[in-house]
């Protein structure tokens, strides 16, 4: 009975309505953030900024996913092709199944692409991600934890690993003891993520250690080729614990092999930088130029853009002001036009004969200037006859004619039909005109003795006898 152990997780998952997050893939991003926020604070001190990591780690971090799924792929080909692979399989990255020598070298060559165009220095940046590449690994192999992979060989260590058969999900539960035995129920393993992980993060510690306190001694680059023999170092015992299936070389794992050779590599690598590489000091003082001058970029670009902004904001404004102005003008042009527009109809109006008025004062406005020079004409007519019946007279014969009644036989003739012409007219002018007639039909008369013989009445043939019948 074991009286000490480290036990599997209960659970490799986690369910939220239908999307299945896995813990596996958390470790994973957990270890990203966690690297990426410790190089943008060693990156600063060299004369970096965030932003500047943050662009690197959009190009290296997928393309050291990539690196490193395409290493377990070339290393263990018989799971995605063959008989009994799945190529589909490949893409199913939360089974498990990264090669860190791949993410290594194909994140690396991400990162220096984007340098070289940015003109970032490659060295500066490999001593800065060098501590946060073991602690984001350290972080990772908590990924193995949950999914019950990657153990090493059975043990009786009071740390052993004992592994949960219940939970679902993890696919290191249905392990095999190396060379396809079964192992025995309840065995413990070996926890070779725990191993690793407690190594990476005493690297870690080292690499921040050699570098605060040979940072003048050591040329920039050094701390990368310290992480390096560090890493695989540590990998190669870690390799020979462990009895997941791997294929082999000479009766040893291939990860030990490759972690032979990058071993020796970074030796090599570290000798070539010691002599040909440059001060950190010199790189620091081009890094911090380069920020400048991108600081100085952003900050004109953020001023244009705001120029742009305030212009377009402007030349909206006065499209509004545009608008209403115009809405404006064409609303005093409506009140314009409905002012020019009352007179008229209140002289229309105001011509309009009301039902006030009198019969006689609607008959004078509506008669026309013709009736007008016609009634002229009468009086005229009369003029030139030189009548010299007595205004009286005259006045009283119209008056009794218009009456019916029968002494105005008395009257001349020319007289009468003078007035009866008048009458025939419709004549509406008031009384006091026609008497007017009379008193210059009297002036003439007096003034001349002899009569023309015209006949007053031929001139008046026209009139109506009813011509003061509306007085």
């Known amino acids: ?111 220096w692409a984007w340098c070289r165009h940015r003109h970032y220095p490659m060295a500066l940046l490999a001593d800065a991600v060098a501590p946060a590449l073991l602690v984001a690994q350290a972080i990772g192999r908590l990924g193995n934890w949950f999914n019950q992979e990657l153990y090493g060989a059975p043990t009786t ?3 052993g690993l004992k592994l949960n058969p219940n ?7 249905y392990e095999s003891c190396y060379q396809g035995s079964t192992c025995p129920t309840d065995t413990l393993f070996h926890p070779t993520f725990l191993y690793e992980m407690i190594w990476n993060l005493i690297g870690a510690y080292l690499l921040v250690w050699l570098g605060r306190k040979f940072v003048d001694k050591f040329k920039a680059g050094t701390l990368f080729c310290f992480y390096v023999m560090w890493y695989t170092l540590g990998r190669t015992w870690i390799e020979y614990l462990r009895i997941d299936y791997a294929h082999t070389f000479l009766g040893v794992r291939i990860n030990v092999w490759v972690s032979i050779i990058v071993f020796v590599l970074s030796i090599v690598a570290f000798f070539f930088v010691q002599r040909y590489g440059q001060s950190t000091a010199v790189l620091s003082d081009k890094l911090f130029a380069i920020t400048q ?49 009352s007179p008229q109809a209140e002289n229309t109006e105001s011509a309009e004969p009301s039902d006030a008025d009198s019969p006689a004062e609607a008959a004078d406005s509506a008669v026309s200037e013709e009736e007008k020079g016609s009634r002229e004409s009468v009086f005229d007519a009369a003029l030139k006859r030189n009548d010299t019946t007595a205004p009286s007279s005259l006045w009283n014969s119209a008056t009794d004619a218009e009456n019916g009644d029968a002494s105005a036989s008395d009257t001349p003739n020319d007289s009468v039909d003078v007035f009866a012409a008048l009458a025939g007219k419709d004549d509406a002018r008031p009384l006091s005109d026609a008497s007017a007639v009379f008193d210059r039909l009297a002036a003439s008369g007096d003034a001349e003795a002899d009569s023309d013989g015209t006949d007053p009445a031929g001139a008046a043939d026209d009139t109506d006898p009813d011509q003061f019948q509306n007085q």
């Open 293 to 341: 001058q991108e600081e100085k970029q952003r900050n004109d670009e953020e001023q244009a853009e705001a120029q742009r902004l305030r212009e377009k904001q402007r030349r909206k404004k006065e499209e509004e002001e545009r608008k209403a102005n115009g809405e404006t003008e064409r609303n005093e042009d409506e009140s314009r036009s409905g002012d020019d527009k």
């Open 157 to 159: 260590l009071p740390w």
């Open 167 to 173: 939970a679902s999900g993890a696919i290191g539960s």
């Open 1 to 111: 009975m074991e009286l000490a152990y480290i036990p599997s997780p209960g659970f490799s998952t986690i369910t939220i309505g239908s999307v299945t997050i896995r813990m596996y893939a958390i470790m994973i991003l957990l270890g990203i953030v966690a690297a990426v926020w410790i190089s943008a604070r060693r990156w600063k001190k060299v004369g970096g900024d965030f932003d500047q990591i943050l662009d690197i780690s959009i190009v290296a971090v997928p393309c050291g996913i990539i690196g490193a799924r395409l290493y377990h792929v070339i290393t263990t080909p018989e799971r995605f092709f063959g008989s009994t692979g799945n190529p589909a399989d490949i893409f199913r990255i939360w089974q498990g199944g990264l090669g860190i020598w791949g993410g290594i070298l194909l994140g690396a060559l991400g990162a």
